[in-house]
Protein backbone atom coordinates (compact mmCIF):
# COMPACT_ATOMS: atom_id res chain seq x y z
CA UNK A 1 0.00 0.00 0.00
CA UNK A 2 1.56 3.63 -1.20
CA UNK A 3 2.08 5.89 1.63
CA UNK A 4 2.90 9.96 1.46
CA UNK A 5 4.84 11.66 4.09
CA UNK A 6 5.46 14.95 4.25
CA UNK A 7 7.85 17.46 5.98
CA UNK A 8 9.80 20.65 6.39
CA UNK A 9 6.62 23.23 7.22
CA UNK A 10 6.78 25.55 10.07
CA UNK A 11 6.84 29.39 10.94
CA UNK A 12 8.27 32.25 8.92
CA UNK A 13 8.16 36.11 8.54
CA UNK A 14 6.46 37.33 5.48
CA UNK A 15 9.06 37.46 2.48
CA UNK A 16 10.44 34.22 4.26
CA UNK A 17 11.03 30.78 2.68
CA UNK A 18 10.28 27.02 3.15
CA UNK A 19 11.13 23.60 1.36
CA UNK A 20 7.82 21.02 1.52
CA UNK A 21 9.21 17.53 0.89
CA UNK A 22 6.93 14.74 0.25
CA UNK A 23 8.18 10.66 -0.08
CA UNK A 24 6.29 8.20 -1.59
CA UNK A 25 6.65 4.75 -0.13
CA UNK A 26 5.38 1.39 -0.60
CA UNK A 27 4.74 1.18 -4.55
CA UNK A 28 5.02 3.36 -7.62
CA UNK A 29 3.20 6.27 -8.19
CA UNK A 30 2.22 7.94 -11.14
CA UNK A 31 1.22 11.96 -10.57
CA UNK A 32 1.95 14.07 -7.26
CA UNK A 33 0.89 17.51 -6.36
CA UNK A 34 0.75 19.45 -3.24
CA UNK A 35 -2.71 20.72 -1.97
CA UNK A 36 -2.84 23.21 0.82
CA UNK A 37 -6.02 24.54 3.04
CA UNK A 38 -6.55 27.53 5.02
CA UNK A 39 -8.54 27.53 8.00
CA UNK A 40 -12.46 27.48 7.48
CA UNK A 41 -11.08 27.83 3.76
CA UNK A 42 -11.70 25.13 1.04
CA UNK A 43 -8.50 22.59 -0.23
CA UNK A 44 -7.47 24.02 -2.93
CA UNK A 45 -4.43 22.59 -5.42
CA UNK A 46 -0.89 24.62 -5.45
CA UNK A 47 1.09 22.68 -8.34
CA UNK A 48 2.49 19.42 -9.36
CA UNK A 49 3.53 16.70 -11.89
CA UNK A 50 1.66 14.35 -13.82
CA UNK A 51 3.04 11.14 -15.53
CA UNK A 52 4.87 12.55 -17.86
CA UNK A 53 6.89 15.17 -16.13
CA UNK A 54 4.95 18.14 -16.72
CA UNK A 55 4.77 20.33 -14.03
CA UNK A 56 2.43 23.32 -13.22
CA UNK A 57 1.95 25.60 -10.15
CA UNK A 58 -1.01 27.63 -9.98
CA UNK A 59 -1.28 31.55 -10.34
CA UNK A 60 -0.93 32.69 -6.51
CA UNK A 61 2.52 31.16 -6.35
CA UNK A 62 3.71 31.12 -9.71
CA UNK A 63 6.99 33.24 -9.78
CA UNK A 64 7.31 32.65 -5.78
CA UNK A 65 6.76 28.53 -5.41
CA UNK A 66 8.93 25.87 -7.49
CA UNK A 67 8.48 22.24 -7.51
CA UNK A 68 10.82 19.14 -8.48
CA UNK A 69 10.77 15.51 -8.64
CA UNK A 70 12.68 12.89 -8.30
CA UNK A 71 10.64 10.00 -10.06
CA UNK A 72 13.39 7.48 -9.09
CA UNK A 73 12.82 8.09 -5.00
CA UNK A 74 9.29 8.93 -5.32
CA UNK A 75 9.69 12.20 -4.14
CA UNK A 76 8.05 15.53 -4.90
CA UNK A 77 9.69 18.76 -3.09
CA UNK A 78 8.36 22.69 -2.99
CA UNK A 79 10.16 25.42 -2.09
CA UNK A 80 8.33 27.78 -1.03
CA UNK A 81 9.75 31.65 -1.39
CA UNK A 82 8.78 35.19 -0.54
CA UNK A 83 6.07 33.87 1.63
CA UNK A 84 3.07 36.21 2.30
CA UNK A 85 0.56 35.65 5.31
CA UNK A 86 -2.01 34.52 2.48
CA UNK A 87 -0.28 30.98 2.37
CA UNK A 88 -0.45 30.04 5.56
CA UNK A 89 -2.43 26.86 6.00
CA UNK A 90 -1.60 23.15 6.07
CA UNK A 91 -0.05 21.86 2.86
CA UNK A 92 -1.04 18.41 1.62
CA UNK A 93 0.64 16.02 -0.73
CA UNK A 94 -1.20 13.96 -3.02
CA UNK A 95 -0.14 11.04 -4.86
CA UNK A 96 -2.01 8.93 -7.91
CA UNK A 97 -1.36 5.02 -7.71
CA UNK A 98 -3.19 3.70 -10.68
CA UNK A 99 -3.09 4.73 -14.08
CA UNK A 100 -1.13 7.16 -15.51
CA UNK A 101 -2.49 11.50 -15.06
CA UNK A 102 -1.66 13.45 -18.42
CA UNK A 103 -1.72 17.21 -17.67
CA UNK A 104 -1.45 18.22 -14.14
CA UNK A 105 -4.69 18.39 -12.35
CA UNK A 106 -5.79 20.19 -9.53
CA UNK A 107 -8.85 17.92 -8.71
CA UNK A 108 -8.18 15.85 -5.46
CA UNK A 109 -10.84 13.25 -6.40
CA UNK A 110 -7.65 12.26 -9.19
CA UNK A 111 -5.73 11.53 -6.08
CA UNK A 112 -5.70 8.73 -4.25
CA UNK A 113 -3.19 8.56 -1.29
CA UNK A 114 -2.44 11.62 1.26
CA UNK A 115 -0.74 12.50 3.68
CA UNK A 116 -1.02 14.03 7.29
CA UNK A 117 -0.15 17.45 6.20
CA UNK A 118 2.64 19.63 7.58
CA UNK A 119 1.63 23.62 8.88
CA UNK A 120 3.06 26.53 7.33
CA UNK A 121 2.48 30.00 9.22
CA UNK A 122 3.68 33.17 7.27
CA UNK A 123 3.27 35.88 9.80
CA UNK A 124 3.01 39.75 9.02
Known amino acids: QVHVTESGGGSVQAGGSLRLSCVAS??????MAWFRQAPEKDREGVGG???????MLREPVKGRFTISRNNAKNILNMQLNNLKPGDSGTYFC????????????????????WGQGTQVTVSS
Open 49 to 55: FDSYNRT
Open 26 to 31: GGTVSA
Open 94 to 113: AARSFGRLSGVSMDPLLYDV
